[in-house]
């Protein structure tokens, strides 16, 4: 079972920058992309970035669209979200998880492995 350890949440005023990282364990074959999704208090969770391990495609949500660049270290087997221009709105736990399953990258029920989250707090 691969592992996933999030990291680099925090606190950040509006308009300010944070990158995430989630590192996995191990990669399978079956691994086929890493993504991130995020969950406000009283909100579901929702679809953010994700990334093909193989080359590099990748799939966003249009809240974050030309704010957020999910990018990908094979070597090292690591995900990051860069989150630039925040806003109070993208206030939430961030949690990577691991698809096996295949397309579409935003689709949740495509994602098996999650980790524990880290939590990003934009103030106004």
């Known amino acids: 079972q691969v592992q996933l350890v999030e990291s680099g949440g925090g606190l950040v005023q509006a308009g300010g920058s944070l990158r995430l990282s989630c590192a996995a364990s191990?990669?399978?074959?079956?691994?086929?992309?890493m993504g991130w999704f995020r969950q406000a208090p009283g909100k579901e969770r929702e679809f953010v970035a994700a990334?093909?391990?193989?080359?590099?495609?990748?799939d966003y949500a249009d809240s974050v669209k030309g704010r957020f660049t999910i990018s990908r270290d094979n070597a090292k087997n690591t995900v990051y979200l860069q989150m630039n221009s925040l806003k109070p709105a993208d206030t939430a736990d961030y949690y990577c998880?691991?698809?096996?399953?295949?397309?579409?990258?935003?689709?949740?029920?495509?994602?098996?492995?999650w980790g524990q989250g880290t939590q990003v707090t934009v103030s106004s």
């Open positions: 998880a691991s698809n096996s399953a295949g397309w579409p990258l935003s689709a949740q029920s495509k994602y098996n492995t």
């Open positions: 990334i093909t391990w193989s080359d590099g495609r990748t």
């Open positions: 191990r990669r399978t074959f079956s691994n086929v992309a």
